[in-house]
């Protein structure tokens, strides 16, 4: 059973960072591309970093320079550094297993407010 466990996420202000973790288990972690998608209220879901099986990364122009996505295969987690964070970065942001069926985790939420 896949399973994908977010953590991480909390109250910043404008300008902080912050780290999001996903714990993935039930798979072989280190054959997926695995990717953090974000949805804000009354928004659709978007894709906010990608990384496929051998670490190459792909980020959509509205974060890229600031979030970096990395991978630890031997501790099958998957990471999110945020850095100058702002107030549209607020949404929940949920981990997922990419592929022909794609798994979310519950998501985590990011608050970004003074």
């Known amino acids: 059973q896949v399973q994908l466990v977010e953590s991480g996420g909390g109250l910043v202000q404008p300008g902080g960072s912050l780290r999001l973790s996903c714990a993935a288990s039930g798979f072989v972690f280190s054959i997926y591309d695995m990717g953090w998608y974000r949805q804000a209220p009354g928004k659709q879901r978007e894709l906010v970093a990608h990384i496929n099986r051998y670490g190459t990364t792909n980020y959509p122009d509205s974060v890229r320079g600031r979030f970096q996505i990395s991978r630890d295969n031997a501790k099958n987690t998957v990471y999110l550094q945020m850095n100058s964070l702002n107030s549209e970065d607020t949404a929940v942001y949920y981990c997922?297993?990419?592929?022909?069926?794609?798994?979310w985790g519950q998501g985590t939420q990011v608050t970004v407010s003074s």
């Open positions: 997922a297993r990419v592929g022909s069926l794609t798994s």
